[in-house]
């Protein structure tokens, strides 16, 4: 065999099916198009489309050939403690979409392995599943002999994606590494748990589409959908044993040695930890590369807790500081060429990762600190759950890293007990989070529950309508279904139909009026308590309201035209964003109003003046260019397909609404909207800040609230001008002008007053006289000097003394005067009482105050009684 590096089995692998007529294909984002996915675990994610038949590839070629970054974390307790696992790894493959199968794949396979790869022929073995004699006749006719051929079972060797649909057979290749790497039994074999048969190349055939009474139909296209791991492929090429030794990981583990001082193969434990911090960064740059920030929930948590995990490891090796961009940089070294998004993000990445980092070190500490004092005083090898929920609560540790950090002792935790008190948190949150939308639904949860299976989902109108007549089908009030609601009476009333549209994606409900002959009925809010359910909060004004009853249901359409405004106005800012910061940006949240929105992305930093205006820019050019605004249903995977944006963490039906603004944005979107850009008017930027880690929220005004907002800065602006007797554009110039002159004049008159002070304490100086005990004592007063000003003067005076010394000093600040006494340790052992002189001397000034024989203060009514105040001093001291 020929040594190899990992580019040039990388750029082999491509080369070979590119000339066999595949086309070489990127890389897709770890980022799945598609929501029933968390992260890019295969190569043949990203062309799911021409699987199914959706989308077809194009003359002359047969297929594609990839090699795909992956992320998978199945599997994360046993990273590092194996040498074929890792959270990241890239998967060579190729694919056919039935434009070849079984008899050239395999004998591709056999070629590549044993001339492009070199690897002996007699090292070969394969396996195929029981019955897929056609696969086993193929290998025989390229030479593979009898006794290098297993037959393996459904969890081995046939792939499917679920019960039904697309399956098929599958035939791995292995390496035979030789008897030492076995377990010694004759009987040992490809499928053996033992590591001398080393799985590096996966062929998948999908040839059936299996039925639900468990037959399969052969599909009329056939497939193909290999996986070969170039980190295995790459081990078994440069002669070593795990894959943590090859090129790019081996370099990696370097990193780590070089940081801590470690030597790699010295200790299994201080190996683990050098394996973990090399596999997860490589994982936590490329997430981050493609757009994946921390957070704690969906893929966002799957990079905190791998970062976290590297962290902690390099605890364990005594890296306190910050280390993981050390990785990074390595990371860009080696795999940039292959990758650019790594090099082109390295700084986000960087920025990302040392906040995050700085964040946990700190509550690593103070965790460690807590769960070794929680060990130290544990009974027996069970840590209590709610220690574990502590950790988890308190400093932030997820309870995973609880658990790995008491496996390395020997101590199991208490999971059923952190789930309870897990349990009793949501619930404690529940119960006080009163406003939460679901808890003020609470009390109807179950009687709208109840209407819903009574009377089906309400039919919504109001993308098309603004009034309608509707027939009602249930009346709730204080919890109860009731058959009326008289004048005066509060409740929630369903109809058959509504044009209202109910609380949900940011936006609010709507508001409006309900009438018959002889009742008028206003709507205070709607909301969806069940799915498809929609429940108007209404008070009856006059008349009376029965079930059966037929209404006119008419929207507040102002209102709604200001919250259509600000909804479309959301999507063409989380354009801008994306255009000024980066494909970083995602939705996290957001708040539509009549009066104002808020949005809710994704990113690292504050974001500066600069950018702001940019963002404000990019938006009102989309806005002024009039642009038409189309809402329309589709199927998920026909939005998926044509690029549609989704929000990754939510859950969407067979069916979605996109909103599409002609030429620049199309996401799924449910909310009702403008019918052109140029209705919004314009859009101004109100606000910019946190709202949690990696998490910025801008805030906006558009059309009359924008104009409203502005109009109030012009007369704040005016204000200003007319107070600095300045043109109006000319406010921020003359201000800055004040500004600095104010400085300036502060500075003299600090100066000015350190001069007065230095003068004063000589003066002080000069004025001391002996006391009966005989050390010095100054007596005297300060000017406006308040009670920190007059510690001070001591502190000079007890310094420039230069010997064992006393003062009595008093001030007057505003009308109130203040007194001290304060002497050195000397003064005090030769009898001085600061304490005493206070008592005896504040009531000339009627007040009162004590402290300790060094130092004493008091504050008084009366300053004309200062002088009285301090000739009571002298007549004590001389």
């Not at 609880?402 to 008190?421: K, N, S």
């Amino acid at each position: 065999m020929k040594y190899m590096t990992s580019a040039e089995i990388r750029e082999k692998y491509l080369s070979f099916f590119e000339e066999k007529g595949c086309k070489r294909w990127p890389s897709s984002s770890l980022i799945p198009d598609d929501p029933s996915l968390l992260l890019t675990s295969a190569g043949m994610v990203q062309f799911k489309p021409y699987f199914l038949q959706q989308k077809h590839l194009e003359a002359p070629y047969i297929g594609t050939t990839t090699v795909q970054k992956c992320v998978r974390t199945n599997d994360i307790d046993i990273i590092g403690t194996t040498g074929r696992h890792q959270s990241f790894f890239e998967m060579l493959g190729n694919f056919s979409f039935g434009a070849y199968f079984k008899e050239e794949m395999c004998a591709w396979a056999y070629e590549f392995s044993t001339e492009v790869l070199g690897l002996p022929a007699e090292r070969l073995y394969f396996t195929v599943y029981l019955d897929d004699d056609e696969t086993i006749e193929i290998w025989k006719k390229l030479g593979v002999p009898d006794n290098h051929i297993s037959r393996l079972g459904e969890e081995d060797n046939f792939w499917r994606a679920g019960p039904t649909g697309p399956c098929g057979p599958c035939s791995e290749i292995y390496f035979d590494q030789g008897e030492s790497f076995g377990c010694g039994s004759p009987d040992c074999a490809p499928g053996c748990d033992c590591d001398r048969f080393l799985e590096y190349w996966n062929l998948v055939f999908t040839q059936y589409d299996g039925q639900e009474d468990g037959s399969f139909v052969p599909l009329p296209k056939k497939n193909i959908d290999t996986g070969m791991g170039l980190e295995r492929i790459a081990a078994i090429l440069q002669g070593v044993q795990s894959n943590y030794e090859t090129d790019v990981l081996r370099s990696l583990v370097a990193v780590g040695e070089r940081l801590s001082g470690a030597v790699y193969g010295s200790d299994p434990a201080t190996d683990l930890s050098l394996r973990i911090m090399a596999d997860h960064s490589r994982a936590v740059a490329f997430m981050i590369a493609d757009g994946i920030l921390p957070s704690n929930e969906g893929r966002g948590y799957v990079l905190r807790r791998l970062l976290r995990r590297a962290v902690m490891k390099g605890h364990l090796l005594g890296l306190d500081k910050p280390f993981l961009n050390e990785y990074v940089d390595e990371i860009v070294n080696l795999m940039g060429h292959v990758y650019p998004e790594i090099v082109e993000n390295r700084e986000l990445m960087r920025r990302v990762i040392l906040s995050e980092e700085e964040r946990f070190g700190a509550n690593l500490r103070q965790g460690r600190a807590f769960l070794d004092e929680a060990l130290a005083e544990l009974e027996g090898v069970v840590l209590p759950g709610d220690r574990a929920f502590t950790l988890h609560d308190t400093y932030g540790f997820p309870v995973e890293v609880t658990r790995e950090l008491c496996d390395e002792r020997g101590i199991e935790v208490d999971m059923e007990g952190f789930g309870r008190c897990m349990d009793e948190q949501r619930e404690r949150a529940r119960a006080a989070n009163t406003k939460d939308a679901e808890a003020a639904w609470s009390t109807y949860g179950g009687v709208m529950n109840e209407i819903l299976e009574a009377v089906g989902p309400t039919e919504f109108l109001g993308y098309a309508k603004n009034d309608a007549d509707a027939r009602v089908l249930a009346l709730v009030k204080d919890g109860q279904q009731v058959d009326a609601l008289e004048a005066g009476d509060e409740g929630r009333i369903v109809l058959d139909a509504t044009p209202f549209y109910a609380e949900k994606g940011g936006q609010i409900g709507d508001t409006g009026a309900m009438t018959k002959d002889d009742a008028a009925v206003r709507v205070l809010d709607t909301k969806e308590p069940e799915k498809g359910l929609i429940a108007h909060t209404v008070q009856v004004e006059n008349g009376r309201v029965s079930v059966g009853d037929t209404v006119h249901a008419a929207i507040d359409v102002p209102r709604r035209e200001r919250i259509r405004r600000n909804h479309t106005a959301t999507h063409i800012l989380h354009w801008a964003l994306r255009q000024v910061l980066g494909d970083h940006v995602k939705q996290a949240g957001s708040y539509v109003a009549d009066n104002r929105l808020r949005f809710d992305f994704t990113h690292f930093e504050a974001m500066t003046a600069e950018q702001i205006a940019e963002v404000e820019r990019l938006a009102n050019e989309k806005i002024m260019e009039n642009h038409p605004v189309r809402a329309y249903e589709t199927s998920l995977a026909s939005a998926r397909e044509a690029g549609v944006m989704a929000l990754f963490g939510e859950k969407y039906g067979e069916f979605v609404r996109v909103l599409d603004i002609e030429g620049f944005s199309q996401e799924l979107c449910g909310g009702t909207h403008v019918s052109a850009t140029s209705e919004i008017g314009f859009v101004k930027i109100t606000s910019e800040t946190s709202v949690g880690a990696n998490l910025r929220r801008v805030e906006a005004v558009t059309s009359f609230d924008a104009l409203a907002y502005m109009n109030r800065v012009e007369a704040e602006l005016k204000e200003a001008a007319e107070e600095l007797r300045v043109p109006l554009f000319d406010v921020s110039e003359r201000t800055q002008a004040n500004v600095k002159q104010l400085k300036e004049l502060q500075t003299k008159m600090k100066r000015n007053r350190q001069t007065i002070a230095d003068d004063g304490i000589t003066a002080l100086l000069e004025s001391a006289v002996d006391a009966k005990a005989g050390y010095p004592v100054v007596f005297g007063r300060l000017p406006e000097a308040d009670a920190g000003q007059m510690r001070n003067a001591w502190d000079v005076l007890r310094a420039r003394l230069g010997k064992p010394g006393a003062a009595v000093l008093a001030t007057e600040k505003e009308g109130k005067p203040t007194l001290l006494a304060a002497g050195t340790p000397e003064a005090v052992e030769a009898g001085f009482d600061a304490g005493a002189i206070i008592k005896a001397i504040s009531p000339n000034i009627k007040g009162g105050g004590g402290g300790k024989a060094a130092m004493a203060q008091a504050g008084g009514k009366d300053a004309s009684g200062i002088d009285a105040a301090l000739q009571a001093a002298r007549e004590l001291l001389l």
